[in-house]
């Protein structure tokens, strides 16, 4: 891949984020975050800092890349002349130090992220700037960007979303009465990495019975048994970026009444708050939809997380959906998950969990043929990635 037609996405994203340093009142914006640099350079090394100057044009000296000796090769290839590049010797944050006190020797206002810059970090950089240089707490000014997909990013995470549909298809057909949660579990990481995953996006969730009413529960060895409910909560990492999903499954025909119930009520709340993602209503908003539903229906201390996040380069990233989000309209481009659930104490779980485009951007439809995934709701203003039914299906 030619460094030029690579960096296409990338200029854009340094220039939208030299931006917006304009409403932080900064000079630069010192970004040190792996995932951060990943986002705006390619590089995918562990240990680079990035400054980028405000104002819109980063042509020349308005943007630098610092990193270590052992990524020379990996930067040139990765980063190229996208920015201007250094390999420095010692800590980056000293170098970078230095290099701001070179540009800028009367000072200025640098923008740093409070969310992950460590007291101990902070402290380090605000010695070696001196007295002339303001530190200025810019924390989420590159995560805010990241929330908004352009087209390539969201054909990635429908890959990944695609390839972890066929990955437990194929896991499914081998049944789910008398294997192990956690054989389930290693199964379906196994067919994720044989489609050409990098590997789960996060580690999967297998409950069954009463387990499940644990959201974050872990696989255990104890064999599933039948006429139970199951929940697969899973995702796979492609091409640098993650996708979510969970769905619940029945092990017989016989699962009880009140399992019955609770699935198809998640089922209905999950369907109402799908039907409501477009752009334009906030996460409160959103996750009020399914919570009026579980509410009514008398459930609604057991459903105790929020409707849903943001997914892209990590696994959990914004806009949160939640009763607590704050006022930021749903975007297009977004890409979020609608995951209501209820959770009945040593009873059952019910999950079901689909990843959404906000807008429904990011291209054509999935293109095979397949159960319905990529389904465009031109109405509604979203596009569901993920293919595998909600019915309640049984497999034994
Ligand atoms: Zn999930
Ligand atoms: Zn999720």
């Not at 009367?106 to 605000?126: E, K, P, S, Y």
Request: negative net charge; contains cysteine; hydrophobic residues 40%.
């Amino acid at each position: 891949v030619s460094a030029a037609g690579e960096h296409g996405a990338h200029r854009v994203r340094l220039e939208r984020l030299a931006r917006a340093l304009g409403e932080h009142e900064v000079d630069m914006l010192l970004v040190y975050t792996p995932v951060n640099i990943r986002y705006l350079t390619g590089f995918t090394g562990t240990n680079a800092l990035v400054l980028v100057s405000a104002g819109g044009e980063l042509g020349g000296a308005r943007g630098r890349f610092l990193t270590d000796f052992r990524y020379a090769t990996q930067s040139a290839a990765q980063v190229g002349e996208l920015l201007e590049r250094e390999i420095a010797s010692g800590e980056l944050l000293d170098a970078a130090a230095q290099r701001l006190r070179e540009a800028a020797p009367d000072g200025g206002r640098l923008g740093f992220d409070d969310a992950t810059l460590t007291v101990a970090q902070h402290a380090r950089l605000r010695e070696q700037l001196g007295a002339s240089w303001q530190l200025i707490a810019c924390g989420g000014a590159v995560e805010r960007l990241r929330a908004v997909k352009d087209d390539e990013e969201i054909a990635r995470i429908r890959g990944a979303a695609e390839l972890a549909d066929a990955a437990l298809t194929r896991v499914l057909e081998q049944g789910l009465v008398g294997r192990s949660e956690r054989e389930i579990a290693v199964e379906l990481e196994l067919q994720m990495r044989r489609l050409g995953a990098e590997g789960p996006s996060f580690p999967s969730i297998v409950a069954a019975g009463a387990h499940a009413a644990l959201p974050h529960a872990e696989p255990r060895e104890q064999k599933i048994p039948v006429d139970v409910l199951v929940t697969i909560d899973w995702g796979a990492l492609h091409d640098g970026y993650c996708s979510d999903c969970t769905r619940t499954y029945a092990t017989g025909e016989h699962v009880s009444e009140q399992a019955r119930a609770i699935y198809e009520l998640v089922r209905e709340a999950q369907a109402q708050a799908l039907a409501a993602v477009r752009p334009g209503p906030n996460g409160r908003e959103l996750d009020a939809v399914a919570r009026t539903v579980i509410e009514r229906a008398g459930q609604g201390e057991h459903f105790g997380h929020g409707l849903g996040h943001g997914v892209g380069i990590e696994i959990h990233e914004g806009p949160r959906l939640s009763r607590t989000a704050g006022d930021e309209p749903l975007l297009a481009g977004n890409v979020v998950t609608i995951e209501p659930g209820v959770y009945l104490p040593g009873e059952c779980g019910v999950r079901i969990e689909d990843l959404v485009v906000v807008g429904g951007g990011g291209g054509g439809d999935r293109g095979d043929g397949g159960d319905g995934g990529g389904e465009l709701s031109e109405s509604s203003g979203h596009r569901v990635l993920s293919g595998l039914p909600k019915e309640l299906t049984v497999v034994s």
